[in-house]
């Protein structure tokens, strides 16, 4: 049997215990009153047409299904489709499109795109414990992606073509090999510094390129090396540790996923296809998750992270 031939991903009996054998592994919770025990569960009866799922809170009476407070609430696809749309969303390694899921799924464009970006929510990270803790390298680098059309391009300067475009931080640990990504609006010291400071501990050492906006900040840390990308200069030759490969490697899985997939992009999104990337480059098989554990870990964070952001109009 293939991974496809699941129960959870054909019966939606199969998908409710699936889902809540993940987001309850302690049993079920209320998400009333937060309850967690005389919790019971209504029997679906085909004549009264009781939900799946139902369970009801003996203290608030309150009814609830695993669904409430997930990103699947307030949504009317069966909870195997979400299953469906969340493996080919955490399996595939430069993503899935939403148009791809509309015909795969069979439901409408505009059903398949909101599905795109909840769970492109589940998938984003809270993680906030600074990289390089234990005084190990952190690559830090920024790529240009798009158009960004809120931005008119500068016609008098020149060496300024990545102006108009998409700006993408990211920081890499090299220890953890896991990588964090931001948006952000330009790449002054301003905007940058406080970021490096925010999420590298002092303790590492940074290894950036020659660009001059990292000089100041990266007095902050316990070591920082610049490699001279300018001068042909890649990897070190004194000390091959010193490169920013790994992060420019990550980089290309981005951009060559952004432009194949998801042709365009506009920059109010932009970020959460940023937390798409991270999510499945933290959670690659090199650091031995696999597609199923990946689409687990996925459904894990579907929960407390409803998207509350109102937008009709899919772009
Ligand atoms: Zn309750």
């Known amino acids: 049997m293939s991974i496809l031939g699941k129960a959870y991903f054909h019966n939606e009996e199969a998908a409710f215990e699936h889902v809540e054998a993940v987001l309850w592994p302690d049993g079920p919770y209320c998400p009333h009153c937060g309850a967690v025990d005389r919790i019971g569960k209504i029997k679906p009866n085909p004549e009264k047409r009781v939900r799946l799922g139902l369970h ?55 059903t398949s795109w909101f599905m795109c970006h909840r769970i492109r929510e589940a998938m984003r990270s809270d993680e906030l414990t600074p990289f390089g803790g234990n005084g190990g390298i952190v690559e830090v680098d ?104 790994t992060i420019e490697g990550y980089f290309s899985i981005f951009k060559r996923g952004m432009k194949g997939v998801y042709q365009h992009c506009a920059k109010k999104h932009l970020h959460r296809y940023v937390a798409e990337y991270d999510f499945r480059y933290n959670n690659r098989s090199a650091n031995g998750i696999e597609d199923q554990e990946r689409a687990a870990i996925a459904l894990a964070g579907a929960s407390g992270k409803r998207l509350k952001y109102a937008c009709n109009r899919p772009n």
């Not at 695993?66 to 990103?71: A, E, L, N, S, Y």
């Not at 696809?77 to 469906?84: G, I």
């Not at 010291?189 to 999420?199: E, G, H, V």
């Open 56 to 110: 009801k809170c003996g203290h608030c009476k309150g009814q609830f299904t695993v669904r409430v407070g997930t990103v699947f609430e307030a949504s009317k696809v069966p909870l195997h489709k979400w299953l469906q749309a969340l493996h080919l969303m955490t399996s595939s390694k430069k993503g899935i499109s939403a148009h791809q899921l509309h015909r795969v799924l069979e439901v409408t464009y505009k």
């Open 142 to 245: 920024e790529t240009f992606i798009g158009h960004d059309k809120t931005v008119k391009p500068h016609r008098s300067k020149k060496g300024r073509g990545h102006h108009h475009k998409h700006k993408v931080l990211s920081l890499m640990d090299r220890e953890t090999g896991k990588a964090r990504s931001m948006v952000v609006d330009d790449l002054k010291a301003a905007t940058l510094a406080p970021i490096l400071r925010d999420n590298i501990a002092k303790e590492a050492t940074l290894l950036t390129d020659e660009f001059r906006v990292y000089q100041g900040v990266g007095r902050e840390f316990s070591d920082h090396h610049q490699v001279r990308h300018k001068m042909g200069e890649y990897v070190n030759r004194k000390n091959p540790e010193i490169h920013t490969n």
